[in-house]
């Protein structure tokens, strides 16, 4: 395959991708999997600018608007950040703000990474008059009404409150409620959801706020994105949102250097089991205000944040049996019925096998030892099969010849 094909073949690929991500809330690979294609792509366009599409995903941020709800345009471009999964990366990135900064002295913040929906809040004489989801980080979709269904989130500010706010953050589902919705949907012999981001994602773009109300979602705000004329510092901005009334969550630190942010991700990373919502890293970000506008953006990023990203979770479990659900398209879909394991804090009896190549490609089989990766982002999944113990009396697994539903042949 030529550069310019292959450049071509992972800008469509990535499209439809952003789309089923943030669109349709039911994404189609791991975020994990996502960013390495991303950043394969960056490498390709550096190396071959000819070849670029103008409307790459690498030059935009989130997805589409849905044409369910009322255009609104951000204040300021809604930006996604640039991430990594390791440490060198990490401190790559500190050289960098080292460099830009030139010799001053800088501090970071280090605040958890929410596996959820971002949105932007607006408060006008300290009333919550707009919610804007992130869309295409210029504009969103109004989903006002909706996110005034969350008990979290405050309809009436606190204190010495600015005429004019907005400040950012992030709707998500505590694992505890997502559970319970999903065993109440199984009863009633619903599809169930593959996650709490999907989940809360697709509560908030629902057209009856009544439904929404039903649904148990939750937020924490992050950013003081606009204060009036005073200037804040990042950790001051966060101390003042607390003061209004804001939900700002607890785990958040001021360090003075690249070393204590390291420390507080490698604790973040062993205890995100406790937390009762998900997580998947930390963000990082230079804490003076003026130092950031100093720094400026990417066409992308802001040049003065990153974020750090956890690896997935696996676990050992047996196979006990498989079974097959069939979707709203009549697609019919192996699940592997699991012994229960703890997985990122959450209890796993169920996994995907996706279809019958990818079961023919594993071998895998009722009774086998699996291993189990679930990074927060995807429903559960099957990565490998140890084969070590299999029985002698294994037999191969094949494909169900009849439709589970209605007993015609597949």
Not at 37 to 47: I, P, Q, R
Not at 286 to 314: C, D, H, I
Not at 369 to 394: L, Q
Request: aromatic content about 8%; proline content about 4%; some cysteine.
């Amino acid at each position: 395959m030529s550069t310019q094909a292959k450049i071509q073949e992972l800008t469509a690929e990535l499209k439809k991708h952003n789309y089923n991500y943030y669109v349709l809330a039911n994404p189609s690979v791991s975020d994990r999997e996502f960013d390495m294609k991303l950043k394969e792509l960056e490498k390709l366009e550096d190396a071959f600018p000819q070849f670029a599409d103008p409307n790459s995903p690498t030059q935009q941020v989130g997805g589409d608007i849905t044409k369910n709800f009322n255009t609104v345009p951000h204040s300021a471009r809604m930006l996604s950040l640039g991430n990594t999964y390791n440490k060198e990366e990490l401190l790559d990135f500190d050289t960098r703000v080292a460099k830009l900064i030139g010799g001053i002295a800088y501090q970071y913040t280090a605040e958890l990474k929410f596996d959820g929906f971002a949105i932007a809040l607006r408060y006008t004489d300290g009333k919550l008059s707009q919610a804007i989801t992130r869309g295409d980080g210029t504009q969103g979709d109004d989903v006002t009404a909706n996110v005034k269904t969350i008990r979290s989130i405050p309809h009436q500010l606190k204190g010495n409150y600015p005429a004019h706010l907005e400040v950012r953050g992030e709707i998500f589902m505590h694992k505890a409620a997502f559970e319970r919705l999903n065993e109440e949907r199984a009863k009633n012999g619903e599809e169930i959801y593959k996650n709490p981001r999907n989940t809360a994602a697709g509560t908030i773009k629902q057209q009856d706020s009544a439904e929404v109300a039903k649904r148990p979602l939750d937020g924490f705000l992050y950013q003081l994105a606009e204060h009036g004329k005073e200037e804040l510092d990042h950790w001051d901005s966060l101390q003042r949102m607390r003061e209004y009334g804001l939900p700002i969550n607890d785990a958040t630190q001021l360090c003075n250097s690249i070393e204590e942010v390291w420390t507080f991700i490698e604790h973040w990373e062993s205890a995100r089991k406790k937390l009762s919502f998900e997580i998947d890293g930390v963000v990082i970000k230079v804490n003076s205000r003026l130092q950031q506008q100093e720094m400026g953006f990417t066409s992308k990023f802001p040049r003065w944040a990153m974020s750090y990203k956890f690896e997935t979770e696996r676990a050992e479990s047996k196979l006990l049996s498989i079974s097959y659900q069939v979707g709203r398209t009549g697609a019919v879909t192996p699940v592997a019925n699991l012994e229960p394991m703890q997985l990122l804090g959450t209890t796993v009896k169920r996994a995907s096998l996706h279809n019958a190549d990818f079961i023919a490609q594993l071998d895998v089989r009722v009774g086998d030892t699996v291993f189990v990766e679930k990074g927060g982002e995807i429903i559960p999944k099957i990565v490998e099969v140890d084969t070590s113990n299999r029985s002698d009396e294994s037999v191969p697994t094949h494909f169900a010849s009849i439709c589970p539903e209605c007993s015609t042949a597949l």
